[in-house]
């Protein structure tokens, strides 16, 4: 062992030296340029603590929006003290530049704008606004900003020459496309070409887009119009011009021509060198990287043992003592419940704090590895809509977690009781689904990891003392790379009746076998019965094809659970049957992202699309499942836990 970590430490010697010496060669990715803000016009007052959440909450939004949108949009937060927010990225530029470049943008705002009621954020690829007063729609052409470079211009018919394309590429942009930005080029000469772009926020007209181009270029002949390479623009819009072609993604500046490329064959040879020795390097480090990966995670993905706990988590560490003190050395009396991993007792801690103590089985099959699993990711994660972990503890062979205390416990022991599912009035039930929604959507496009759980289902969505939805339980949790989208495993885990088909069948799991999970729990809560068991009643089908077909029939209401007979709004029900039915397609391709499932819960405006037909359902008895159950290592009573399955 000792000599392997310093083999690898060698190597990571030997890759920082590379990179230290390679440093000369090769030019940095550029991050998103920052090209200014409108904090100085705008003075600092006292915030309330509910207009600066509302802030935070929009900047939050606007971020997480920008990596699905077509690289704009706009919306409002709050009732007494609204923030209004709008983002818009250039028009060449959307998904992860959008994304990268408004998420710069969102965490500088604060920064160089603090208690500002308002704010404008310039950068090269995108613009961030939010005010309390509602802009949205409205042209905003006071304090106009411009940026020069360092050539001349000396000759007035080049100067015509580039107002004359200037004006063409306003019409182009919001008469001919109504796209309300365009960019092109012209040739200047046999030998010289000139470039530009004209954009406008797109919550705008194209004639009050119009409007605003033209105020910005009739400020060109004040401040630039002697100078090659400029930028004009305000909140609503701004125009571009320059000698080289800025609006490509490898370019490196926007707007300073210092950094502009130079054409020619020098250029390309520096570039065929540079490109060949990134190439050499990526290879290097990938090998390496390889190397590494192979040695600390197993083929199912996990974290092996070989890595002490503290190398991922700055968790709280409670004595054993302390927790055979709160749990009364773990008496029946004070025994919440039981599953997979193993039992869970309430405890109280010496500062009275009420917590729920999840104790690992010696003869779980969901071992350290799993244990370490889950305590990497919750530790890293943290929103209202997810369970929260305090501390754990590692003694004498024990691995226990300590989370916090939900009164209520888990969305299955209200949902699938005769009379506990009866104070599950319409309202609460939608409320949960949303929570869940949000919760979800923090995993796949909020939080610090790209998080996909895995093990979705009613008994790992916790309820606390306001019946807020929590979503729990992370030991198969697993993290994607930036750009990466599925993995493939071998060793399938889950809980029969809520895994997509593809990871069922294929071991292919991504967001979108989350999606299906989260589609599943909609039409449980809806229908108050079980996907796993609905095919033993009289409908003699899966849950996932009997709502389909009822939907078909334009009957989805019926599906209804009888007890919210008194508290439904048809329309609702109706449409989060659909929004369900969407995210249960068969291709995995067909189901929606999380933010286009918050979207559309959120919305009544939008036209859902036509759900097709429901994957197979995993909850029958299918000669799939039935082989896999010869070789599952732990079934669970209530869920039928999947921990080892060999897929097809």
């Known amino acids: 062992m000792g000599k392997t970590q310093l083999n690898v430490r060698s190597v990571y010697f030997f890759v920082l030296m590379f990179l230290v010496s390679f440093k000369s060669l090769v030019t940095k990715a550029q991050p998103p340029l920052y ?66 470049c ?17 704010a404008v954020m310039y950068y090269n690829f995108c613009l961030l606004r939010y005010s309390d007063q509602n ?7 006071n304090h106009p900003r411009h940026h020069v470079g360092n050539k001349t211009v000396s000759d007035i018919e080049e100067i015509q020459k580039g107002e004359d394309f200037m004006r063409s590429l306003i019409r182009k942009a919001t008469v001919e496309t109504n796209k309300l930005y365009y960019m092109d080029g012209f040739n200047l000469s046999s030998t010289q070409r000139r470039y530009g772009l004209v954009q406008c926020t797109r919550d705008l007209t194209s004639e009050s887009c119009r409007q605003c ?135 109280i801690l010496p500062d009275g704090r009420q917590v729920a103590v999840k104790r690992l089985s010696k003869a779980s099959s969901q071992g350290t590895e799993e244990f370490k699993n889950e305590v990497t990711f919750i530790a890293k994660l943290q929103h209202c809509n997810l369970v929260r972990l305090v501390a754990c503890c590692l003694e004498e062979n024990e691995k226990i977690l300590v989370y916090e205390y939900l009164s209520n416990a888990s969305l299955d022991f209200h949902l699938f009781d005769d009379e506990k599912r009866k104070q599950l009035d319409w309202k609460l039930r939608s409320s949960i689904i949303n929570g869940i929604a949000r919760g979800l959507l923090y995993l796949h496009e909020d939080s610090r ?119 439904y709004i048809s329309n609702e029900v109706e449409k989060f049957i659909q929004i369900g039915l969407l995210c249960v397609q068969e291709a995995a391709t067909a189901r929606p992202i999380m933010s286009t499932v918050m979207l559309l819960l959120a919305t009544d405006v939008m036209n859902i699309p036509k759900p097709n037909k429901p994957a197979f359902s995993v909850g029958r008895r299918t000669s799939v499942e039935t082989s896999a159950s010869k ?18």
């Open 631 to 648: 070789t599952s290592k732990s079934v669970s009573i209530n869920d039928a836990s999947i921990s080892s399955i060999a897929p097809r």
């Open 449 to 567: 990891l790209k998080v996909i759980h895995r093990d979705l289902k009613a008994s790992n969505v916790l309820l606390d003392d306001e019946m807020n939805p929590k979503i729990s339980d992370f030991g198969l949790a697993r993290a994607f790379e930036n750009g990466q989208n599925q993995a493939n495993t071998k060793r399938v885990m889950g809980t029969y009746g809520y895994m997509a088909p593809e990871y069922a069948m294929e071991g292919l799991f991504s967001m979108k076998s989350d999606v299906f999970s989260f589609g599943v729990l909609v039409l449980e809560i809806i229908c108050g019965k079980k996907n796993s068991g609905f095919f033993l009643s009289k409908h003699g089908q899966s849950l996932l094809l009997y709502s389909w077909r009822m939907w078909c029939a334009g009957k989805c209401l019926e599906l209804m659970d009888p007890v919210l007979e008194n508290s």
């Open 213 to 347: 181009l033209e105020a910005m270029l009739a400020q060109v002949p004040k401040c630039c119009e002697h100078k090659l390479g400029w930028l004009v623009g305000t909140a609503s819009c701004h125009i571009k011009y320059d000698d080289y072609m800025f609006y490509l993604f490898n370019n490196q500046s926007y707007i300073v021509p210092g950094l502009t490329a130079k054409h020619g064959d020098d250029t390309r040879s520096r570039n065929l060198i540079i490109g060949l020795s990134v190439v050499g390097l990526v290879a290097l480090c990938l090998s390496i990287y390889c190397l590494c990966y192979w040695n600390r995670v197993r083929k199912d993905g996990l974290i092996t043992d070989t890595i002490p706990l503290s190398a991922y988590t700055n968790l709280p560490i409670i004595p054993l003592i302390t927790i055979l003190e709160s749990t009364d050395n773990f008496s029946e009396a004070s025994k919440l419940g039981e599953g997979g991993f193993g039992p869970v007792y309430k405890g």
């Open 135 to 141: 802009f949205i729609g409205n042209v905003t052409i």
């Open 35 to 100: 090209l200014g803000d409108d904090c100085d016009f705008t003075p600092q007052k006292p915030l309330s603590n509910a207009y600066k959440s509302n802030i935070n909450n929009i900047l939050s939004w606007l971020s997480s929006d920008a990596a699905t949108s077509r690289g704009y949009n706009y919306k409002s937060i709050g009732n007494t003290t609204p923030v209004y927010g709008l983002y818009d990225c250039r028009g060449d530029v959307v998904g992860y530049f959008c994304q990268f």
């Open 102 to 118: 408004v998420s710069a943008a969102s965490r500088r705002v604060l920064q160089h704008c603090p208690n500002r009621v308002s």
